[in-house]
């Protein structure tokens, strides 16, 4: 099975702060992503990686940065957090499929609240 | 990627079989059908995709009608543990990874 941790189930950070969200999966899926989920606006890409070291922007990158130094570990980081940036944060990783299209698998989620 | 309809909700008793309805008229032929659910506050769930082919897998069914046009997804025998938002998504064959837009969903709420 396909197992894609994330390093905090619930974190609750001040305006400013600098925020580390970690993700990694045991699978040896060469994308992964980072998603935000809100309620009514659902899922929305904030940055994806192909590779080691690869980085794409999502649709929402602003504010955001995110870091792959080793293949199964993708962080995300805030590096100013603000209110705005509450929200439930998904961690997702899947195998590129030639001729197919990949199946993320999704981690349990962090659930962030910025005071 | 194509548009999906889904029935917002969905009761099912438990022990019997939750079908699970998707319209997506305007998929082409190179997009799949793919099926996630979220149980709440968790994070999403793959369950089962196909491209033409009934398929089945140890979680559930996936009925796609020949014209491709509409799915179901078949949850044989519903637990409690089924209630959950089901998502239906179609999604272009590309090869290399692409972003996963969720619609509005199903609620199916499994109940004894």
């Known amino acids: 099975d396909v197992k894609v941790t994330q390093s905090s189930r619930y974190l609750v950070k001040r305006t400013g702060e600098k925020v580390f969200l970690e993700c990694v999966q045991d699978m040896d899926h060469e994308n992964m992503f980072w998603y935000r989920q809100d309620p009514g606006l659902g899922l929305r890409l904030i940055y994806f990686?192909?590779?080691?070291?690869?980085?794409e922007k999502g649709d929402i990158p602003e504010g955001y940065s995110v870091s792959r130094e080793k293949k199964e570990r993708f962080s995300l980081i805030l590096e100013s957090a603000s209110t705005n940036q509450t929200s439930m944060y998904l961690c997702a990783s899947s195998l590129p499929r030639q001729g197919g299209t990949d199946t993320q698998y999704f981690g349990p989620g962090t659930r962030l609240t910025v005071l | 990627d194509a548009k999906t309809t889904q029935p917002t909700s969905m009761d099912c008793a438990e022990g019997r079989a939750a079908n699970l309805p998707c319209n997506h008229s305007?998929?082409?032929?190179?997009?799949?059908v793919y099926w996630y659910r979220q149980i709440h506050s968790q994070g999403p769930q793959y369950i089962i995709h196909g491209l033409k082919n009934n398929e089945t897998n140890e979680m559930a069914s996936l009925i796609i009608t020949e014209d491709r046009k509409s799915s179901t997804l078949i949850l044989p025998h519903a637990t409690l543990r089924d209630t959950a938002v089901y998502y239906c998504?179609?999604?272009?064959?590309?090869?290399?990874?692409?972003?996963?837009?969720f619609g509005t969903g199903t609620r199916l709420q499994v109940t004894l």
């Open positions: 990686s192909y590779d080691v070291k690869m980085k």
């Open positions: 998504i179609v999604r272009f064959r590309t090869g290399t990874a692409s972003k996963l837009t």
């Open positions: 305007t998929i082409s032929g190179n997009e799949y």
